[in-house]
């Protein structure tokens, strides 16, 4: 804890740009990201022993061409915001957060990590408790920027038909990505925890599905879009569905990590997996560097795809003056919606970063080596 409050003091001090805000009278903050914790190693890192459930702390900040942004964080795990009780608190600790983030001067607020859905599908409490704020679940950036990665990995690969599996298909994140791949006509197969969701989902699109992984037979790539208990990769689960000598590829976008860390170090020599539905940006900056971003296991001018949404909302509202963006209601995933948000990304700057597992380079020689990269793609 006292060297998480070292930090926070050498943040304060070094962020000049802050300092500048507030001696020539603008806002502190334009955006503020308001996170629960990950898990119990996490409330240790960043929570005193004791801290209540209403307590909340500040996290890094971060800057993209004058737009300034900051974590809020709730002490919460996703778990305890499952039970009744705990949803309910924690819905007081956000709005306490969003209150905060007001004094701040922020105008736009994203709903981070697993608090996403802690007001509903349609967040209409809190629009109507703070009407004059613009409120995010991100997830339109990071579909957009899920698709180009797992675009990426299969270029990458070179195979003209590669079987795909999405884990999650049902979801947000999971839905967009199979739409995506379905509209191109590639070979896709769904697995999910939930079954009477899994059906509905096959009845749906078509899309064949499997309710246990070991009928699912080999693939080449998994898009991992959730981390449910009960819908995570093990190391039996990378026996069954990688093919014989070739390295199954793992596109991990959920938040905590599906393929976990301990799990990864047993399969790592059986498995590429990479960070997905992140951004990049030569633009951005996080107050004192790296040692800040290797907290949230990002490298260097990397951010959450959630977070860059809620920064590139800001611009072109803010900035911009873009008028169809302030009127979009932000909790609804759709092509539109991306397409309005790739426009800001374009803006911005903002594009993919090159393929990171856990925040470290993904060797070339590996996968990458004959990569070529998009348009805003990191050089």
């Given at each position: ?5 070292l930090w926070r003091c050498l943040m304060a001090a070094a962020d000049y740009r802050r300092h500048w805000r507030t001696l020539t009278g603008q806002p502190k903050l334009d955006v503020v990201f308001i996170c629960n914790v990950r898990d119990e190693a996490e409330r240790a890192l960043f929570y005193k022993p004791g801290a209540t459930p209403r307590c909340q702390e500040n996290g890094p900040r971060l800057y993209i061409n004058g737009v300034a942004g900051q974590i809020r964080g709730i002490n919460f795990t996703a778990a305890e915001m499952y039970s009744r ?295």
């Amino acid at each position: 804890m006292q060297l998480v409050q070292l930090w926070r003091c050498l943040m304060a001090a070094a962020d000049y740009r802050r300092h500048w805000r507030t001696l020539t009278g603008q806002p502190k903050l334009d955006v503020v990201f308001i996170c629960n914790v990950r898990d119990e190693a996490e409330r240790a890192l960043f929570y005193k022993p004791g801290a209540t459930p209403r307590c909340q702390e500040n996290g890094p900040r971060l800057y993209i061409n004058g737009v300034a942004g900051q974590i809020r964080g709730i002490n919460f795990t996703a778990a305890e915001m499952y039970s009744r009780e705990g949803r309910k608190v924690a819905k007081l600790a956000f709005i306490d957060a969003v209150r905060w983030a007001e004094t701040q001067g922020a105008k736009v607020i994203l709903l981070a990590a697993s608090t996403k859905r802690l007001f509903g599908r349609d967040g209409l409490e809190l629009k109507q408790l703070f009407p004059q704020l613009i409120f995010t679940i991100g997830d339109n950036g990071t579909a957009q920027l899920l698709c180009a990665d797992v675009d990426r990995a299969i270029a990458n690969m070179g195979l003209a038909q590669p079987r795909i599996l999405v884990i999650g298909p049902y979801g947000i994140l999971g839905s967009a990505v199979c739409q995506h791949l379905q509209q191109q006509g590639r070979q896709i197969l769904g697995f999910g925890g939930n079954e009477s969701y899994l059906t509905e989902f096959a009845e749906k699109t078509g899309i064949d599905v499997a309710y246990d992984l070991r009928d699912a037979g080999a693939v080449d790539i998994v898009v991992a879009c959730t981390h449910s208990d009960n819908a995570r990769l093990t190391a039996e689960h990378i026996a069954l569905l990688r093919k014989a000598n070739q390295k199954l590829v793992v596109v991990d976008v959920a938040e905590p990590a599906n393929l976990g860390r301990q799990v990864y170090h047993t399969v790592q020599h059986q498995v590429i997996r990479q960070d997905a539905g992140n951004a990049w940006s030569a633009d951005l900056r996080y107050v004192l560097g790296s040692l800040t971003s290797k907290q949230l296991m990002l490298a260097q001018g990397t951010v959450f795809g959630c977070f860059a949404e809620a920064l590139a909302l800001y611009h072109t509202v803010y900035r911009e003056h873009n008028p169809t963006a302030l009127s979009r209601d932000w909790f609804e995933v759709n092509t539109f919606n991306q397409t309005l948000v790739a426009e800001a990304f374009h803006s911005l700057r903002i594009g993919l970063p090159k393929p990171h597992c856990f925040g470290k380079p993904v060797d070339a020689w590996t996968l990458w080596q004959n990569a070529q990269p998009l348009v805003g793609e990191q050089h």
